[in-house]
Each structure stands twice: as structure tokens, then as C-alpha cells.
């Protein structure tokens, strides 16, 4: 048969738990029955991972590194070449916080609609995410606030910005079970609104009188040719 080693070491389910950026050295050896110049093929997700020819033979390692985000639930395979059947299996488990911090300077005019983005892409996934305005969680009826959350992004959503309620410094926090606490303030300045003018209307008016202009300015030429032939 074929067994895996590796470090960080495996658990009884047959996962190695670590974390974004880490390293994980994997080595395959023969054992039992079978011949151990026995040539040995690795695998990723059912992808060949291509060895050196000095790594093949008897004992065969791989090394991860950095661990990366696509890592998470891969799957590596350690088999004999001419029997897939003998073979060995472990999966990654990686973990990493969400990439949440700082500040950031919104204006926004009044009457526009207002959002506010928080990046909550962590695994394990957060336990909650909290929006909180000038230091108190926010009233989502008061400010006609909408919050949506799906696993990567929490926005806080005002459809018509009035400076009395929505003026003011935010706070997006995400509670990883893992990492805990992690947050981002957004400092947001009511602007007062513009008066927007219909640009292609405008064109159009416009090139509508520069015509009749040059309409009325040819017509007034033949008029005038018309008087000289006389």
C-alpha cells in the first residue's frame, strides 16, 4: 500500500487544517506488499502534479507553499502508477480572517442612494456582522436603512440620503468564531444635490436652432441673389 505523511500532520478525517500563507509538505512512501522501487504519481483534484524523476520512485513528496485561497477543500492523491487503485488521500482545510480594516472617505449628494460595502470573506464563516453610526448600532428604521449579507459581502444600503440621518461615521464589524473581531469605518459627508441638466436634449435643441440659423441664412442669400439677376 502507499501512506501519507505530512506537517502540519493529519487528523482522523483525513484533513490538514492550516492557514492562508502557510506551507504544507506532503511524502508518500510504500509499504506492505508492495516493491519499493514501486513508481509513485500525485495528484491534485484528479490533476497530475508533475515530479522531478529523482521523486517518483519508492517516496515521493510535494510541498504547498504559500497556501492559497483556492487550497481550501483540495484534495491530494498519492498512487501507484501501474495500479490506481493503491492509493492515499488527504484534503486541505484553510483558514484565514476577513480582510477588513480602515477607513474610507465617502460624499455622497443628498437624495442619492447611499452604499456602503464590507469585504466578509473569511472561513470559517462570520458569526454576525454589525453596522453601527456614530458609535450606536444603526436604526435601520429611523434611517430607512436595508442590510443584505451573502458569504463574501455585508452592505448597508440608504435609497435616499438626507443629511440629518445619514451624516456621520460608520462601522462595519464581522465576529469570526476564529479570529474574532475584525472592522472598517466609513466617514460619510452629505453633499448638497446639483442640478443635473439633460445633456442629449440639450444637443439636440441646440443643433435644431444652429439648422434653422443656416436654413434661414441661405434663404435670405437667394432672396438677395434674386434681386441682383433682376
Request: aromatic residues 6%; proline residues 4%.
Amino acid at each position: 500500500g502507499v501512506n501519507i505523511e505530512s506537517d502540519p500532520v493529519v487528523d482522523g478525517e483525513g484533513l490538514i487544517q492550516t492557514e492562508l500563507n502557510n506551507t504544507v509538505s506532503l511524502k508518500c512512501t510504500v509499504g506492505g506488499d508492495t516493491p519499493a522501487d514501486e513508481e509513485l504519481v500525485w495528484l491534485r483534484n484528479g490533476l497530475t502534479v508533475k515530479l522531478n524523476e529523482e521523486n517518483k520512485k519508492g517516496a515521493s513528496s510535494v510541498c504547498v507553499s504559500p497556501v492559497i485561497y483556492d487550497d481550501n477543500e483540495a484534495t491530494f492523491t498519492c498512487q501507484l502508477k501501474n495500479n490506481a487503485t493503491v492509493k492515499a488521500s488527504v484534503t486541505l482545510r484553510v483558514t484565514y480572517p476577513p480582510e477588513l480594516s480602515g477607513s474610507e472617505e465617502v460624499t455622497v449628494e443628498e437624495e442619492s442612494k447611499l452604499v456602503l460595502s464590507c469585504d466578509i470573506w473569511t472561513n470559517p464563516p462570520v458569526s454576525s456582522v454589525v453596522w453601527a453610526l456614530n458609535g450606536s448600532m444603526v436604526d435601520l428604521l429611523a434611517g430607512d436603512f436595508v442590510v443584505t449579507t451573502n458569504g463574501s459581502t455585508s452592505q448597508l444600503i440608504a435609497s435616499k440620503v438626507e443629511r440629518s440621518l445619514h451624516e456621520g461615521t460608520y462601522q462595519c464589524t464581522a465576529n469570526s468564531p476564529k479570529y474574532g473581531a475584525y472592522s472598517k469605518t466609513f466617514s460619510v459627508t452629505a453633499a448638497d444635490k446639483t442640478m443635473k441638466f439633460p445633456l442629449m436634449p440639450m444637443i439636440a435643441a441646440i443643433v435644431v436652432v444652429i439648422l434653422t440659423a443656416i436654413l434661414a441664412i441661405v434663404s435670405r442669400w437667394r432672396e438677395i441673389a434674386k434681386c441682383f439677376k433682376k
